[in-house]
Nanobody, 122 residues
């Protein structure tokens, strides 16, 4: 059974930084890619970034040049470094595991974390 656990959320002022982590346990051989999604109040969940099993990355336009997705050396933890945070980045951030094509991510059913709250406010 796969478990994904997010950490690192919190309250930060506009222009600040946060680093989110997604730690995975269990066999992920059938879900080599990892993604971060976010869901703001009253809005649909949206893909923020993903990283393939081979390390290729994709970002939604609104976070390009501000967010960086990466894996640790073990490959089991995926991080999302966020800089220059804006109020519109406020959301619950979720980690997911699945597959990817060049520009799409396909989450595997049930391979989601519980989410971590990011609030950007002065």
């Amino acid at each position: 059974q796969v478990h994904l656990v997010e950490s690192g959320g919190g309250l930060v002022q506009p222009g600040g930084s946060l680093r989110l982590s997604c730690a995975a346990t269990g066999a992920l051989f059938n879900a080599p890619a990892r993604a971060w999604y976010r869901q703001a109040p009253g809005k649909q969940r949206e893909l923020v970034a993903f990283i393939s099993g081979g390390g290729n990355t994709m970002y939604v336009d609104s976070v390009k040049d501000r967010f960086t997705i990466s894996r640790d050396t073990t490959g089991s933890t995926v991080n999302l470094q966020m800089i220059d945070l804006r109020p519109e980045d406020t959301a619950v951030y979720f980690c997911a595991a699945g597959w990817n094509s060049a520009d799409h991510f396909y989450p595997r059913e049930g391979y989601w974390g519980q989410g971590t709250q990011v609030t950007v406010s002065s």
